[in-house]
């Protein structure tokens, strides 16, 4: 009826984000429930929020004791969530806030394709958005601080489509404090809001952006590492390789090049605003690390915003009306046929009874204890007590109480023979076995 269909477009945006927020956050805890969670990198983080909420400094023991996270990557957004974790410390605070912020991001999109296409192939955009891969890869792989990018990006670029400048730049420059390589991007978003008549504003972005990376990555991130320096700094070094080739190959970078654009069927490349996904396409693939190259874990998802806002700027290109709507649903279409984690959904509510063992198992530990954790058992534990990462712990002078280890042992952060090897040492340390069931040892030391 047409008093009530202008309120019914209206909640689109939130309803779409309600689903995708109850989709993720299913998705997240039962990952965690099921023990498919590890201490890199929820573990990491939770330490590093449960700092926060101490109202002290990010200290992370899995990474190392004493262990500042700011000197690792530079991400004081985090201290947002601290409030949160004091009504609620558990890591599964950490997931539900970042499916919280990936889906709200999806509100201002949804919204600019209803404006720009009409309310059906708005909810498709939306939608397509919402189940793309880079959103599900995060959401698949524990909790991260670019969680907080998503919703910024989103929010600002679409603002910046609609020539609200002020707003675009407010959304756009705490960027700055979720990560290190995210300045960059800020800087290239100055740079379009001055080619789209604002100079002086852009210009200012610029710099601050420019400036704030220099500081963060010059002086910041070496003098709160234990090595004085930016750990990731050698991934970038030059190798003598052609930079083109260095840059594209393997065929894994234009691959992933390949699905960055194909879910918007290609036409996200005709907007220039596709220029603020440039400097985290260029890190990532500059990077010795194969595991920046690819899909999967969190790296993507601050690109989908980027990406599918581009999509929206340029659907005029294509005609209005019908092409447009057209281009939104074969949007959605496209984005469904990429293969992605969460299609397994209807599937991920059982918890095996094996991971409710192991999870009985390490109640036997108690709250407040120091405890060396292996990978996967590390999230677990962390929320009540002090972890430490086996097996590079214990050591010497470095003797938690407690030991958790799974059996057949972890090999997600060390080979077999060393972690063989590190249990073989308990014994010499003055640890003895207090628990063993099918899944979980845990040893104390006496």
């Known amino acids: 009826m047409p008093a009530t269909a202008p309120r019914a477009t209206t909640r689109t945006p939130y309803l779409l984000a309600t689903a995708l927020f109850l989709a993720y956050a299913c998705w997240s805890v039962q990952r965690h429930r099921q023990l498919r969670t590890s201490g890199y990198d929820l573990g990491i983080f939770e330490q ?18 004493g262990f500042n996270l700011l000197g690792d990557h530079f991400h004081p957004i985090l201290a947002v969530l601290a409030p949160f974790y004091r009504l609620a410390p558990s890591p599964i605070t950490l997931l ?16 600019l394709a209803t404006r720009v296409a009409g309310r059906l192939a708005g909810m498709s955009a939306g939608l397509a958005y919402g189940l793309s891969w880079g959103l599900q890869s995060a959401i698949d792989f524990d909790f991260h601080e670019v969680a907080f990018a998503v919703p910024l990006l989103a929010f600002g670029l679409t603002a910046l489509l609609e020539r609200r400048f002020a707003a675009a730049a407010a959304w756009t420059l705490p960027l700055i404090t979720v990560k290190e390589d995210l300045p960059a991007t800020v800087a290239v978003i ?7 008549g604002r100079r002086r504003l852009g210009a200012a972005m610029i710099l601050v952006a420019v400036g704030a990376g220099l500081l963060i990555v010059g002086v910041l991130l070496p003098a709160l590492n234990p090595g004085h320096v930016y750990a990731y700094a050698g991934s970038t070094a030059p190798d003598g390789q052609n930079p083109l080739q260095r840059l594209f190959l393997p065929a894994v970078k234009l691959r992933t090049l390949l699905e960055l654009a194909a879910p ?18 260029a890190w990532r693939f500059w990077s010795t690390n194969p595991s920046y190259w690819g899909t999967g874990f969190q790296y993507s998802a601050v690109l989908m915003p980027i990406v599918f806002v581009a999509f929206l700027d340029a659907l005029p290109t294509i005609g209005t009306g019908r092409p447009a709507r057209t281009a939104c649903v074969a949007a959605l279409a496209a984005t469904i046929l990429i293969p992605a984690p969460i299609r397994g959904l209807p599937d991920h509510w059982r918890v095996s009874p094996r991971a409710q063992q192991a999870k009985l198992a390490l109640a036997r530990i108690p709250d407040g204890a120091h405890v060396a954790a292996d ?6 534990l962390t929320a009540r007590r002090t972890v430490y990462l086996f097996p590079a712990y214990p050591q010497p002078d470095v003797r938690p109480e407690w030991v958790a280890v799974t059996t057949p042992p972890d090999t997600s952060m060390a080979a077999l023979v060393t972690m063989t090897a590190a249990l ?3 014994p010499a340390y003055g640890y003895r076995e207090a628990l063993r069931t ?8 006496q």
């Not at 990978?375 to 677990?380: D, F, S, V």
């Open 96 to 111: 539900i806030a970042q499916a919280a912020l990936i889906a709200a991001s999806s509100i201002p999109i949804t919204r």
């Open 438 to 445: 099918n899944d979980v040892i845990i040893f104390h030391r």
């Open 264 to 281: 918007t069927l290609f036409l996200s490349l005709r907007s220039p605003l596709l220029l603020a996904a440039v400097p985290t396409l």
């Open 375 to 380: 990978n996967k058992l590390a999230p677990q």
């Open 48 to 65: 590093a929020v449960r700092g926060y909420a101490g109202l002290g400094a990010p200290v992370s023991t899995i990474k190392a004791p």
């Open 190 to 196: 100055g740079l379009l809001v001055a080619l789209r």
């Open 424 to 426: 073989d040492r308990l």
